[in-house]
């Protein structure tokens, strides 16, 4: 258990006291500037297009009916690779109080300003830090960016109580790899049965796994094939990364939220994300 000391947290169990500054807990402050996955100038960018973006928009959507269906409003919930807190401000205006971001750079936390979430937490997944702390750990398009994807879910396990849930969000189909994905950091997309095994090896439960947002996979096939990587990046292709003519924004946003009200309940194999529930 973690409590709440003069200028820091301090654990009772083994003594490990970490300190707080601006009102974020840093466990590894000397990784807080790491651009492990991603560089924190997307961040920045993030959070300009956050409330427009029809994707970022349209997931944040799908996720609040997969936390309806999987998370009870008083569970304590852990998000990791947080960013911004966009998708923590909406989940915690539906409910969820006990809700806590983290992330290995700083700058996200910063930019979450008035997150009404329990705690801030500065820290590096690929390193212990929680022993059966939270009921909900999610991970919402950030396993893609770590190079051990097997040693985040070895460390996640254990953060979770018994019967504790992982929500994961991850890109689907190696065939739809374009140039964006470089330009995101991704460092690889995912096939279903390869997601469910990265979590069976690791004794979970699988509660769902689905592939979702199929209307988009037209669009990304089409991008893939315009927008091939090419292994040549440039600023114009950073600058550029989130820019959508604002008519198609609208419309594609639109038919994703249409597509979740219809599918929300009905697996499918194909999708441009996948989203899978495990319990430990």
């Known amino acids: 258990?973690?409590?709440?000391?003069?200028g820091?947290?301090?654990?009772?169990?083994?003594?490990?006291?970490?300190?707080?500054?601006n009102g974020i807990v840093f466990f590894h402050p000397e990784e807080k500037n790491s651009n492990s996955g991603m560089e924190g100038c997307i961040l920045d960018d993030v959070a300009e297009y956050e409330e427009k973006h029809f994707w970022m928009s349209a997931r944040r959507s799908y996720l609040g009916a997969i936390f309806k269906k999987f998370v009870k409003p008083e569970e304590s919930i852990l998000e990791i690779g947080a960013g911004t807190g966009y998708v923590a401000k909406y989940l915690i205006s539906q409910g969820y109080?006990?809700?806590?971001?983290?992330?290995?750079?700083?700058?996200?936390?910063?930019?979450?300003?008035q997150c009404a979430c329990r705690h801030k937490y500065q820290f590096n997944v690929m390193r212990d830090v929680f022993t059966e702390h939270f009921d909900v750990v999610g991970m919402f398009d950030v396993l893609e960016h770590l190079d051990d994807d097997g040693?985040?879910?070895?460390?996640?396990?254990?953060?979770?109580?018994?019967?504790?849930?992982?929500?994961?969000?991850?890109?689907?189909?190696?065939?739809?790899?374009?140039?964006?994905?470089?330009?995101?950091?991704?460092?690889?997309?995912?096939?279903?049965?390869?997601?469910?095994?990265?979590?069976?090896?690791?004794?979970?439960?699988?509660?769902?796994?689905?592939?979702?947002?199929?209307?988009?996979?037209?669009?990304?096939?089409?991008?893939?094939?315009?927008?091939?990587?090419?292994?040549?990046?440039?600023?114009?292709?950073?600058?550029?990364?989130?820019?959508?003519?604002?008519?198609?924004?609208?419309?594609?946003?639109?038919?994703?939220?249409?597509?979740t009200a219809i599918f929300i309940n009905f697996p499918s194999r194909y999708g441009g994300s996948i989203v899978l529930v495990a319990k430990k």
């Open 1 to 6: 258990m973690i409590s709440v000391e003069s």
């Open 8 to 21: 820091g947290y301090l654990c009772k169990a083994c003594g490990h006291g970490v300190a707080i500054e």
């Open 97 to 113: 109080r006990d809700y806590s971001i983290g992330d290995i750079n700083e700058r996200g936390l910063e930019l979450s300003g």
């Open 151 to 259: 040693l985040a879910v070895k460390n996640i396990k254990k953060m979770l109580k018994k019967g504790g849930r992982i929500i994961v969000i991850v890109p689907a189909h190696k065939w739809l790899w374009s140039k964006q994905d470089a330009i995101a950091y991704h460092k690889r997309r995912y096939e279903i049965e390869e997601l469910k095994d990265l979590f069976l090896k690791n004794d979970f439960n699988i509660l769902k796994v689905s592939g979702f947002f199929l209307s988009l996979i037209p669009f990304m096939y089409v991008r893939k094939n315009v927008n091939r990587d090419d292994g040549m990046l440039c600023e114009k292709d950073y600058r550029e990364r989130f820019k959508v003519n604002g008519l198609l924004n609208m419309l594609l946003e639109v038919m994703l939220r249409i597509e």
